[in-house]
């Protein structure tokens, strides 16, 4: 008996499906938190990490994680 | 003053490095692809020189420009990027320089061993396996130094462009590394572990996800950091540039199947990746939206800047190439641009105008600061500008009117139902015009590449003495000893939910974020692969259909070395056109023994699939020695060494045992495949020879050749009652 045959006898199939709309489910929640309103201050933060390394000798004290 | 203050440099030398190894094979890269295109333009470019061969050279080509250009210029700003952005050397510059010269090795074994005919005959795939070994190593080290840099941040949130990085570290190696199992034959022959419909399926799986996660994902995360960077102000919306990456990592790796509409590949698996590929529409495009809104309020510096001027016109393309994906992807679109010049043009629009724009973009941008002088000539720069952006619409005018009048021309009727271009080489003589417009579109953005080298070489010769280490200072990382404090107390489980807490903990969480984009990559491939592999209704067998005898193997490893499968499918749709051409269209059942398969991707010649009994042996005999004999106006190049170079019998048995363990039924093969080989040499050479061809050619490598092609698609008829008469003149 070959592999194939036992995941053919298994009858898999329908787990596509299922693989489908977990990654809808799992894409779905991601939107809704990366558009969460509370984050509009730590995306401002964040978008300008790539401008910040123009200073190199000047020294920045952290501004912390919460915005 | 901060306690945990530390003072460290970045290292700019491994960048200078990658940076002028992107400009040298780049110009490598794209002279190949002239000299290839002046040989469909005029064949006589072929030189009847073996390694100089079209069929050897295309490869060349789009492994030059794919792996060494956009890699290089990939790894330059990564590694110029990952350290400012991580505010952290990188992890060791031992691994620096081994990836560094690891992968320039890697560039000459490509470049010594596919002009030689070395080949696993799988676009962009093509190398051998004890290469792809040394690309896995050199991978790992990269991916080792690159998280090891993370592991050493000084910056708690990871920004965006080092998400894309992640992707494409992760996905790249899980995608190479299962592509290319395979069977050695010997050092530099392998045999695809897959096999037919399962081969090509992993191919284009891989194919196109190489084109996401080389050529897109890095690309993109390259865009995000240098052009805030060149505009001096941050990305229109961080968070849409958030919603670009999930959708890429999400929809991008089911997409593959396109590549193979209308062929023997499950519909099931076609309409998924279709239908994926049409959803990617929408981020792309918030991608190319995004960067180019960055630039508002700032188009006056767009006038005056060369480098905004590489960036806007790149993401255009970027939108333009990612907006004709998703419309070739559809089925109908689909069956007129397959095979044809449009897939090309596509390609193109993609590769110089998104990859090689932002490129040069990024080093004009790098050149001054990397050297710590000025940029040498800003106006050279903008010549480059305008050259590059002639060069790309001049090429890609011509091959979208090639394509389509090819296109179009092949499924053509007259008004009595007939084909009303029976004769392949018609349709290949109307695209001659469109051929020679494309070598002066390429040779612009070659002449800019040119200026492009002039200038980073004079920025190079006006740079300091001594070039200064860049010093900076940021404070260490300290280990959050308590979970992020809640912005506010949740009120309910939608309202912790909708807080996002659990995202943001993600983001700060590099391991984690990288087993999660993994997961889905893995998750999304193996329920799209697994039904092809493992369920077997979707691979009906066929009983007639055998193994090649070994002669026939040792030709169709010709037909590989010569890189036939550059310009020949060998996979009949089931249209109407193409079965009046070609005959009975292909069935999933008729490749189970190809190991790899050889469907091909590109008509520049007519399909092969039913080549077998078409002709007389000593038709090919002549028409491999020379096809302009035979074809008066054929651009196919000619192989006149196919009837001196001796076949290597004993060599033979290797390669029966390695499909063997494969599983391949070889039967009494398995023992005395020479002797087998030998006995239907001197059948077909006297056979040649009674049909007025030359004398003794059944110790040579044509006869195996000939062999091949003769067996081609007659499996399938040998059930059939009568079997049908070969269509006299049929090209």
């Not at chain 2, 590059?388 to 092949?410: E, F």
């Not at chain 2, 106006?633 to 001796?646: E, F, G, K, Q, V």
């Not at chain 2, 390695?658 to 023992?671: C, F, N």
Request: hydrophobic fraction near 50%.
């Amino acid at each position: 008996m070959r592999l194939s045959d036992i995941m053919a006898a298994a009858g898999l199939a329908g787990w596509a499906q299922a693989a489908l709309i977990l990654f809808l489910l799992a894409f779905g929640a991601i939107v809704i938190a990366v558009l969460a309103p509370s984050r509009r201050r730590e995306y401002d933060r964040a978008s300008r990490i790539p401008l910040d390394d123009d200073h190199p000798v000047t020294p920045r004290e952290r501004t912390g994680d919460t915005p | 003053m901060n306690p945990h203050l530390e003072t460290f440099s970045y290292d700019d030398a491994i960048v200078r490095k990658f940076m002028l190894a992107t400009f040298v094979w780049g110009l490598v890269g794209m002279l190949v692809g002239l000299l290839i295109a002046l040989q469909l333009a005029n064949p006589a470019f072929n030189l009847d020189i073996a390694w100089l061969s079209f069929g050897r050279l295309r490869p060349l080509h789009t492994n030059a420009v794919i792996f060494a250009f956009a890699g290089n210029a990939f790894f330059t700003g990564a590694y110029y990027s990952t350290q400012r952005l991580l505010k952290a050397r990188m992890y060791s510059d031992r691994l620096s320089a081994f990836h560094f010269w690891g992968w320039q090795l890697i560039i000459v074994a490509a470049a010594l061993t596919l002009p030689l005919g070395f080949t696993q005959a799988k676009e962009y795939a093509e190398l051998e396996w004890p290469i792809d070994i040394a690309i896995a190593v050199v991978w790992v080290a990269f991916a080792v130094n690159f998280f090891g840099t993370i592991a050493r941040r000084r910056e708690r949130h990871l920004y965006v462009t080092l998400w894309f990085y992640i992707a494409s570290i992760v996905t790249v190696a899980v995608l190479h590394i299962f592509n290319n199992l395979s069977i050695p034959a010997g050092w530099f022959k392998s045999y695809s572990l897959y096999a037919g419909v399962q081969d090509a399926f992993m191919q284009w799986w891989y194919g196109h996800n190489a084109v996401a996660f080389f050529l897109t994902t890095p690309f993109l995360g390259l865009m995000y950091y240098f052009l805030p960077k060149a505009a001096n102000r941050p990305v229109f919306s961080y968070r849409l540039s958030i919603l670009h990456f999930w959708s890429l990592v999400f929809l991008y790796i089911w997409a593959g199947p396109h590549h193979l509409h209308y062929t023997a590949l499950p519909e099931w698996a076609s309409t998924l990746g279709m239908l994926f590929s049409v959803m990617l529409w929408m981020p792309s495009w918030g991608g190319m939206i995004n960067g180019l809104l960055t630039l508002r309020g700032a188009w006056r510096k767009v006038a005056e800047d060369p480098v905004l001027k590489f960036f806007v016109v790149a993401v255009t393309a970027y939108g333009m190439s990612t907006f004709e994906g998703p419309m070739l992807s559809v089925k109908s679109v689909n069956a007129l641009a397959h095979y044809t010049d449009w897939i090309i043009a596509h390609v193109h629009t993609g590769a110089l105008g998104w990859n090689g724009l932002l490129t040069f973009g990024m080093v004009y941008w790098l050149l001054p600061r990397l050297y710590q002088t000025r940029l040498h000539s800003v106006r050279l720069a903008e010549v480059h500008f305008w050259l590059a952006t002639l060069g790309i619409l001049l090429y890609v005018t011509a091959i979208y009117s090639a394509g389509l009048t090819q296109g179009l021309m092949w499924r053509a009727f007259d008004e009595t139902g007939r084909l009303q271009y029976p004769d392949f080489v018609e349709t290949v003589l109307r695209l001659l015009p469109m051929y020679w417009l494309r070598v002066i579109g390429g040779s612009l953005y070659i002449l800019g590449m040119l200026i492009f080298g002039y200038n980073i070489l004079m920025t190079w010769r006006s740079r300091p003495a001594t070039l200064a280490e860049p010093t900076v200072q940021a404070p260490r990382l300290v280990p959050l000893a308590a979970p992020v404090p809640a912005l506010a107390p949740a009120r309910s489980l939608w309202g912790r939910f909708a807080d996002a807490a659990w995202h943001r903990t993600w983001e700060r969480l590099p391991v984690t974020f990288t087993v999660m984009v993994t997961v889905a990559v893995l998750v999304a491939s193996l329920f799209e692969i697994i039904p092809t592999f493992l369920i077997r209704s979707n691979v009906p067998t066929i009983a007639s259909v055998q193994p090649y005898t070994p002669l026939e193997l040792a030709g169709r490893d010709l037909y590989i070395r010569e890189g036939c499968f550059n310009c020949h499918s060998q996979m009949i749709r089931p249209l109407r056109h193409e079965t009046e051409r070609y005959g009975e269209y292909s069935k999933p059942g008729e490749s189970v023994y190809d190991h790899p398969f050889l469907w091909g991707s590109r008509r520049i010649g007519p399909d092969l699939a039913r080549e077998g009994g078409r002709f007389p042996d000593l038709w090919h005999v002549r028409h491999l020695e020379d096809p302009r004999a035979i074809t008066p106006n054929s651009i196919m190049p000619a192989y006149p060494w196919m009837l001196t170079a001796d076949l290597d019998f004993d060599g033979i048995q290797r390669r029966v045992d390695a499909m063997a363990m494969l599983g391949v039924p070889y039967g009494d093969a398995l023992t005395r495949a020479p002797a087998l080989a030998r006995e239907q040499a001197r059948i077909l050479a006297a056979s040649i020879e009674a049909q007025g061809g030359p004398p003794g050619l059944e110790t040579k490598e044509i006869v195996a050749m000939v062999a091949y092609l003769q067996r081609l698609g007659t499996d399938i008829r040998r059930i059939a009652p009568a079997p049908a008469t070969a269509p006299a003149g049929a090209p």
